[in-house]
């Protein structure tokens, strides 16, 4: 298994174990420390990056298609900074509805999902393409990386949000960073990245989403 896959998979699991914990389940319908979001609905939205992949993958099999990388990805959504954006506000109101349902009901499905990705995710081959939301299409391991990603900051999130300290293992959070960086340079120029990262500008130039 390549180390994309194999980062995914490690993050995954994390994720599922987090999402599955008493303190998770306890403070439901606590806040995070996203304003916008409370605990079940901060899971509904992490469950996603466990949920989808595995969905995807159940579609026909797309190969030798000329598909977006995971900066296009992020391109394709539109003032992630604003909290009263279309993209924002379409995803608080998705995971809003899902927590309605509750831990049992959101979690459940988890590790079923990662059960399914752990046993075929080294069958596919490199240029296996997958259809992302949006029909947008994507090599699976650039759509890996973006999972990468959200399950980095999302882990995160919730964790700080439960007084806990997971995160994913380093190979994923190398792997969120490099695309962070990558859509940055894309966003804002390389030069103002340079600056931002060396302390040569006072502005929030790096704050993405």
Known sequence: MNATRAAYLDAARVAVALSESH???????EPTVLPHLRVGALVAHLARSVLQPASYLDTDAVTNTDGIDAV??????TNLRDPRSEANT????RAVAAAAAGHRAVVGAMPRALRSLEARLEAFPEDRVVTTFGDLPMTLDEYLRTRCVELSVHVDDLARSVGRSDHVPEAAIRIAIDVVLD???DRIGMIDVLRSLTGRTDSDVLRLF
């Open 23 to 29: 303190d998770v389940r306890d403070r439901w319908d």
């Open 72 to 77: 296009g990805h992020y391109r394709s959504f």
């Open 90 to 93: 379409s995803t608080v109101e």
């Open 183 to 185: 859509v940055a340079a």
